[in-house]
């Protein structure tokens, strides 16, 4: 088997990269979806986020292990609990030649809580910066906040100078309805790539920026990025020399891979949960033959569409035994991981039938599944799968599939939550569960900026207590004990229902060493070509 672990390629990319001279090399690859915008603010989706996290940067950095280094802040340290000074870096430089100072970082927060913006989770962990000077800021959070760190490592700093020469202060919504937003199509960051041209759907060709601050390992001079939608058409570049590097592989073709010269499968397990989601806010659903009143308000009704559900066919059929069914919204790699709730609800078609006959539907009703067709590992093959299960108990669900461009910004809130029931993949940003709390968990709260993720609406008074309570709390043992309840309040009354951890799936020439990282986000400053 030449089947490599992530593990394996970040030794060897490190290792490479210390023997290997700087020459020009081009890096060429392929992903499922498209680039859908170079908008740091405008989607909080993690294939976005770190293909433009080559192009900007944070207060911090994630390296190779994930641990967090220092980016555009050279320290930090905590003035009061809910107090931070933060010494900004000296002698960066934008893309365009502007200086990086105090001002870009305050502009940027600010963007990030505009009204187009998919970052306001984010955002909102900051109250106010304050500019002592030109590289000194204070931030101010509205509580204790021990993540605020990592939290911030994904909160991308923009030119505030480009930004308003060119009228782009607001962040591109998701919904597409501001595509002319300077900053969807053209980009200005400190990052180590730069953007030479972007044709959305097609091709995005970035340059090494050779004024970048810091040294890196890779000798990339030039990436090349191609959205290539069909699986067996990402294989066949990747094998016929193409592309270099192709993701995510289906599992049936890690042997096909294994068997041609010059390439292998790189695979890994992936810190990102796929679950389902149910509109449990509304008094009657978007898409439902149910009117006058909304039947995921029922416990048993989500409770039967969970028993409905057999996971371990999912695992065997659709992901070919990659995947680990889940019975918590965090994955093992996530502090905060609950190993008691790892159990998931039984595969029980029967008491389906009977949970849906109590709650008053023993025909069971339509409804409508949003899906999206090329973000997660075989995402529309488990909605079909799902939609067939389902059947089987008297549900009708109507599969509505799409591109992930069209489909965030359909169902998240720049959307208004279009969506009655849906499938939506995590990977908290702060390795820490109180990102899945506090973003997908807790009741809705616009105003605040918590659980604009929560896109069903699921609402439980306690556990918007629990969060706000682990949000602060720096003890880890005092925290975990209350993400465990929060989590068990979740799973108790069915809030989601989870289906798996994902594998990372990476198919990659034998040329090339990359790092894969828990989060399955490619960072180019560890990309050797040999």
């Not at 641990?67 to 010494?87: D, H, Q, R």
């Not at 488990?382 to 067939?388: D, H, L, P």
């Amino acid at each position: 088997m030449k089947l490599r672990t992530g593990l394996f390629a970040a030794v060897a990319a490190v290792a490479l990269a210390a023997t290997t001279p700087v020459q020009a090399k081009t890096f060429k690859y392929a992903f499922q979806g498209d680039l859908s915008s170079l908008d740091p603010h405008s989607l909080n989706e993690s294939f976005l986020l770190g293909t433009l996290g080559n192009i900007y940067e944070g207060l911090v950095l994630y390296d190779d292990q994930m641990n967090i280094v220092p980016g555009l802040a050279v320290s930090w340290k905590t003035l009061t609990p809910t107090t931070w000074e933060f010494k900004l870096r000296e002698g960066v430089k934008f893309h365009g030649g502007q200086d990086f100072t105090a001002d870009d970082v305050i502009f940027s927060w600010q963007r990030s809580l505009s009204e187009g913006s998919d970052q306001k989770v984010r955002g909102g962990s900051m109250k106010n910066i304050t500019k002592v000077d030109d590289y000194t800021i204070v931030v101010e959070t509205p509580a204790p906040n021990p993540i605020l760190i990592r939290d911030i490592a994904l909160l991308y700093i923009m030119d505030k100078e480009w930004s308003e020469e060119h009228g782009t202060t607001n962040a591109t919504s998701a919904t597409g309805t501001d595509k002319g937003n300077y900053a969807n199509l053209n980009a200005n960051g400190t990052g180590p790539f730069m953007v030479e041209s972007h044709q959305a759907d097609v091709k995005t060709v970035m340059k090494r920026h050779e004024g970048y601050w810091k040294e890196v390992p890779s000798n990339v001079t030039e990436v090349i990025f191609t959205p290539i939608k069909e699986a067996p058409t990402r294989v066949a570049a990747l094998i016929s020399g193409e592309v270099d590097m192709v993701y995510p592989v289906p599992v049936q073709d890690w042997d096909r891979l294994d068997g041609a010269d010059g390439v292998s499968a790189l695979a890994g397990p992936e810190a990102r949960s796929i679950f389902l989601g149910m509109d449990q806010g509304r008094d009657e659903l978007l898409y439902s033959s149910v009117k006058g009143k909304n039947p995921f308000k029922d416990q048993r009704v989500r409770a039967a569409f969970a028993h409905a559900i057999n996971l371990e066919a999912i695992k065997d059929k659709i992901m070919r035994g990659a995947s680990s069914p889940a019975g918590q919204m965090v994955a093992p790699q996530i502090n905060g991981y609950v190993p008691e709730l790892k159990e998931p609800y039984s595969y029980d078609p029967e008491m389906s039938k009977k949970l849906l006959a109590e709650a008053g539907y023993p025909d069971g009703f339509e409804i409508t599944l949003d899906c999206p067709n090329d973000r997660y590992f075989n995402d529309e093959k488990i909605c079909q799968a799902v939609t067939s299960m389902l059947a089987r108990v008297g549900v009708k669900a109507t599969l509505n599939a799409m591109p992930k461009s069209k489909y965030f910004g359909k169902i998240l809130e720049t959307g208004g939550f279009d969506t009655s029931f849906y499938m939506l993949g995590w990977t908290p940003g702060t390795m820490d569960a109180e990102n899945t709390l506090s973003s997908l968990i807790v009741c809705q709260d616009k105003e605040n900026k918590k659980g604009l993720f929560n896109i069903g609406n699921y609402c439980n008074k306690r556990v918007d207590e629990l969060t706000a309570a682990v949000g602060s709390e720096t003890d880890q043992d005092k925290r975990n004990a209350m993400i465990k309840e929060a989590f068990t309040i979740l799973k108790d009354e069915v809030g989601y229902l989870p289906i798996h951890e994902q594998p990372i799936s990476w198919g990659v020439s034998d040329k090339v060493t990359v790092n894969q990282r828990a989060d399955n986000i490619l960072d180019y400053r560890y990309v050797v070509v040999n």
